[in-house]
T-cell receptor, first 113, second 120 residues
Framework: GQNIDQPTEMTATEGAIVQINCTYQ??????LFWYQQHAGEAPTFLSY????GLEEKGRFSSFLSRSKGYSYLLLKELQMKDSASYLC??????????????FGAGTRLTVKP | GAVVSQHPSRVICKSGTSVKIECRSL??????MFWYRQFPKQSLMLMAT?????????EQGVEKDKFLINHASLTLSTLTVTSAHPEDSSFYIC????????????????FGPGTRLTVL
């Protein structure tokens, strides 16, 4: 089976930095995605990693280690609006369907003043 | 970025009725769309892959006769929940890949806003 694990909940303070970890055990890895999802809304794309290393995008950075099956999302200068669920998703390679994505359960981040 | 719409955004129906949910790519053509279901505080679960002009590919455990998918054009896919029951109440989300604007890199999928289905 495919397993994608991330913490259920995290709390951080406005202005601080928070790291959300994701570990995965999947077959046919073809990229890892991070999405932000506010309650009752659809996910929005944050970042994509397919090679090992750090991808930086403004206040958000994402890291990938394929050998360890590990990724993290780093959020800097936290703002109240960053309170949301953060979904880690792994794309699997399947012949004929190269966009088969499996999602973790999400990490609910609460940013406090 | 590319825009995907869903209609309706919210629907309440009686048990035993059928509900149709539409997913449209507004400013791009999508040969492939994906349908997900999300129960409260749970992850998105892929239900099926919708291919324009051909039959949908369903994930294991998803009943194809209950969740009918029709991808009639490059901008529209529909999901029909037939004979809905309370356990079908969920948040249904579609997504599409904009192959052209992504430069063929297939990095991103765009999600619709979701449809909240409540079956009484």
């Amino acid at each position: 089976g495919q397993n994608i694990d991330q913490p259920t909940e995290m709390t951080a303070t406005e202005g601080a930095i928070v790291q959300i970890n994701c570990t995965y055990q999947t077959s046919g890895f073809n990229g890892l995605f991070w999405y932000q999802q506010h309650a009752g809304e659809a996910p929005t794309f944050l970042s994509y990693n397919v090679l090992d290393g750090l991808e930086e995008k403004g206040r958000f950075s994402s890291f990938l280690s394929r050998s360890k099956g590990y990724s993290y999302l780093l959020l800097k200068e936290l703002q109240m609006k960053d309170s949301a669920s953060y979904l880690c998703a792994v794309r699997l390679y399947r012949p004929g369907n190269n966009n088969d994505m499996r999602f973790g359960a999400g990490t609910r981040l609460t940013v406090k003043p | 970025g590319a825009v995907v719409s869903q209609h309706p955004s919210r629907v309440i129906c009686k048990s035993g009725t059928s509900v149709k949910i539409e997913c449209r790519s507004l400013d791009f053509q999508a040969t492939t769309m994906f349908w997900y279901r999300q129960f409260p505080k749970q992850s998105l679960m892929l239900m099926a892959t919708s291919n324009e002009g051909s039959k949908a590919t369903y994930e294991q455990g998803v009943e194809k006769d209950k969740f009918l998918i029709n991808h009639a054009s490059l901008t529209l896919s529909t999901l029909t929940v037939t004979s809905a029951h309370p356990e079908d109440s969920s948040f249904y989300i579609c997504s599409a890949r904009d192959w052209v604007s992504s430069g063929g890199l297939d990095n991103e999928q765009f999600f619709g806003p979701g449809t909240r289905l409540t079956v009484l």
